[in-house]
């Protein structure tokens, strides 16, 4: 009997054509800071290269790369994929922002008659133009403007908590000092520190006094007056807490009371309240003997105040302001949707397939600079 021999025919296995090619990145983009691009499909298999141009000038290949952008301006970032059945491209529009100002610096010339002009002046760091935005603390503010040293009229004798607000394109960076309107000031001896940067309205707080020079025999009491109408607390704690009910700034002060009376210490700090209620410290106070006050024979002195101050989140001598920047990520398409920018691709004959999965790509942003507040009461010539 004759054999016979089976014999079967090559089966060739084709690779899938690339579809809804995108781009994913973290946005805002930073200028001089690493940006992380990466990617993704909706099917195609064996990809044999991505070739990326940044619009700068910049190029990479891989399917996840990073670029740093040097100047703030907008991009058209252009990737390339390919495989055996051809080659798709898209491109994605970006904004890379400057890096956030800092170091932001306030001065003024407080105290000052009732209706005698305060002179301020504001100084900042920033690598893109600056607007300022002024609230006086006294109802007022200003639209944002380039001027950086301003003059406001105060029509009442009181102590005033201004702000002002340093922005780019990059985000903002703020300063806080208390002005004194018919007041006397003098050199700072008590710090208000308190127990949380942030907080909501109706949140508890915690204040902290602390004294510069600490005294022997220790303080009698602490009378604690939060600038918002509500009634005085005393403590022999040198802490107290306290919620703010309404949205506005305030003038918290402190009076640090020692030997049955005879003297006080005192304190100030700026809160501001809004949504999100931001308390940075000031040094500006003032110290007197209470006799001395009490019998009139000797006016308290006024030197010009002066504090350098840094934002914190907890109890500390300074503060450290922090620039605000909020990061978005463009989520990864869970279905091809028109909004993609999708290149022409290389004509080929498309065959059905099963769409893979990519993995998601978790990109970080870089945490944004701190900047540091020096307020001081003289303002020095311009350079």
Do not use: C
């Not at 994913?24 to 298999?45: C, D, H, M, Q, Y």
């Not at 059945?85 to 922002?97: D, L, N």
């Not at 407080?110 to 002009?117: E, G, I, M, R």
């Not at 309404?246 to 309240?273: C, H, I, P, R, W």
Request: hydrophobic share 35%; net charge negative.
């Amino acid at each position: 009997m004759g054999q016979t021999t089976a014999t079967s025919d090559p089966v060739l296995i084709r690779d899938e054509p690339i579809k809804e090619l995108a781009i994913e990145v973290a946005l805002p983009i930073v200028e001089e800071t690493t940006a992380l691009f990466k990617a993704n499909r909706a099917s195609g298999t064996n990809i044999m290269s991505h070739r990326w141009n940044f619009g700068d000038g910049g190029t990479a290949q891989g399917e996840t790369v990073s670029h740093t952008y040097t100047t703030p301006g907008t991009y058209d970032v252009t990737v390339i994929a390919r495989n055996s059945r051809g080659e798709r491209s898209t491109t994605r529009t970006v904004t890379v922002v400057a890096q956030p100002p800092t170091n932001l610096r306030l001065w003024h010339n407080s105290p000052q008659p009732v209706n005698q002009a305060v002179t301020f002046r504001a100084q900042v760091e920033s690598s893109d133009p600056i607007s300022y935005t002024w609230h006086w603390g006294d109802g007022n503010q200003s639209p944002p403007t380039a001027e950086a040293q301003p003059p406001h009229l105060y029509a009442t004798a009181k102590k005033y908590p201004v702000m002002v607000t340093a922005q780019n394109s990059g985000g903002f960076v703020r300063a806080t000092t208390i002005v004194y309107v018919g007041i006397a000031s003098t050199v700072p001896q008590v710090r208000i520190s308190v127990s949380q940067a942030f907080a909501m309205v109706n949140w508890s707080i915690t204040l902290y006094a602390d004294l510069i020079t600490p005294q022997s025999p220790a303080p009698d009491y602490y009378q604690w007056d939060f600038g918002d109408g509500s009634q005085p607390i005393t403590t022999t704690a040198p802490s107290v807490s306290h919620s703010y009910t309404t949205e506005m700034n305030y003038v918290a002060n402190v009076q640090v009371v020692f030997d049955g009376g005879k003297s006080v210490q005192e304190g100030d700090v700026v809160v501001l309240m809004g949504k999100v209620l931001f308390v940075e410290l000031v040094l500006n106070s003032h110290t007197f003997p209470r006799s001395t006050q009490e019998s009139g024979s000797t006016s308290p002195t006024t030197p010009t105040p002066s504090a350098t101050a840094t934002v914190a989140a907890t109890p500390v001598p300074t503060i450290t302001a922090t620039p605000i920047l909020t990061p978005t990520l463009t989520p990864l398409p869970t279905t091809p949707t028109p909004s993609l920018n999708v290149g022409t691709p290389t004509p080929t004959t498309p065959e059905p397939a099963t769409a893979t999965a990519t993995p998601t790509l978790i990109a970080t942003a870089p945490p944004p600079p701190t900047a540091t507040v020096d307020l001081s009461g003289t303002i020095p010539p311009a350079p």
